[in-house]
């Protein structure tokens, strides 16, 4: 009988702990819990729950990564909020207060360097946090809310949004933000409202939105927008993150309040598993193989829930008992 060694070419690794930093495709037996381990890949995308927010909001802004996420501002079904959230990963704490408590905002950034900017009001405030405290940035030159975000604190990019102090009241505007000061970039193909948008500012990706919803995605290059793949659900109100050629959308509002969620490649998007919690004006951080859901509306009231999303392809330990 071939014995694994044979098979494989390679000895089963025995250790008394797991490796810190295995790699997939690595088996390895620990001997301390009697177990052989495989580090493999997932076949298809999955939502976990992760540790609630302190405070129920809709409305919010968020930003970061799943395991150092950011949420801000929102509305807990009362009033405009200022206070800011991180999450470790497990758990949300308090982080410093924004300068202006607002709601339908947009985030970029990372926890540590992290951008707010639009809202309620309608506001052109931009804020700047460093993993303690926010202070202000440039204006932008087009007062909105309801507007799509993507980039970074230093590239960051603003894309759509409703106003009444424009006309048309819904607007196509882009502009891109170098640290200091905001400048105008090209229009959207469609105006629109209540968006989602991941990416960088020159590699950006604008999703949904409106009422009645839009199924559109669009691309940005840095200079102008493209029609990219249509979404399988119109929706409005929804969140995302990742990457332009690995994008991810969830939640938001169809005819009902939505948990659908979708991964996007590039060049068109595919159905993936819907969160536990269906919502709308949530917001997401995160990348397509490790996203963040936070806070919302889920039809009836304003949620501190959180979910972590895990992609197709990401590494899974699997175990197997050895008696």
């Known amino acids: 009988m071939s014995t694994y060694t ?8 025995v250790v008394t702990a797991d490796p810190s930093n295995p790699t997939v495709g690595q088996m390895w037996y620990n001997s301390t819990s009697k177990t052989l381990k495989f580090l493999g890949t997932t076949t298809a995308g999955a939502w976990a729950a992760g540790g609630n927010l302190a405070t129920a909001r809709e409305r919010l802004g968020g930003t970061g990564t799943q395991t150092a996420g950011l949420a801000f501002g929102g509305y807990d079904g009362t009033s405009s909020l200022a206070n800011t959230e991180e999450y470790d990963g497990s ?6 207060n924004l300068g202006s408590a607002r709601y339908s905002l947009a985030g970029a950034g990372t926890q540590t360097a992290g951008l707010a900017f639009g809202g309620s009001g309608p506001s052109s405030a931009t804020e700047e946090y460093n993993g303690t405290s926010w202070t202000s940035g440039g204006t932008m030159g087009t007062a909105r809310y ?4 993507a980039g970074t604190q230093t590239a960051g990019l603003a894309f759509g949004g409703r106003s009444p102090l424009i006309s048309p009241a819904i607007t196509a505007a882009t502009e891109e933000y170098d640290g200091s000061t905001w400048t105008t970039g090209g229009n959207l193909g469609t105006a629109r409202y209540a968006l989602a948008g991941a990416g960088t500012q020159t590699a950006g990706l604008a999703f949904g939105g409106n009422n009645p919803a839009t199924n559109a995605t669009e691309e940005y290059d840095g200079s102008a927008w493209t029609a990219g793949g249509n979404m399988g659900t119109a929706r409005y109100r929804l969140a995302g993150c990742g990457l332009q050629t690995a994008g991810l959308a969830f939640g938001g509002n169809t005819t009902a309040v939505s948990a659908a969620t979708e991964e996007y490649n590039g060049t068109s998007w595919t159905t993936s598993t819907s969160m536990a919690t269906a919502r709308r004006l949530l917001a997401g951080a995160g990348i397509q193989t490790a996203g963040l859901a936070f806070g919302g509306y889920t039809g009836t009231a304003t949620t501190t829930a959180t979910e972590e999303y895990t992609g197709a392809g990401s590494p899974v330990t699997r175990t197997f008992t050895v008696s």
């Open 6 to 13: 044979q098979i494989f070419g390679q000895q089963v690794l």
């Open 146 to 149: 309801f507007l799509g975000g």
């Open 91 to 96: 758990s949300w704490t308090s982080g410093g």
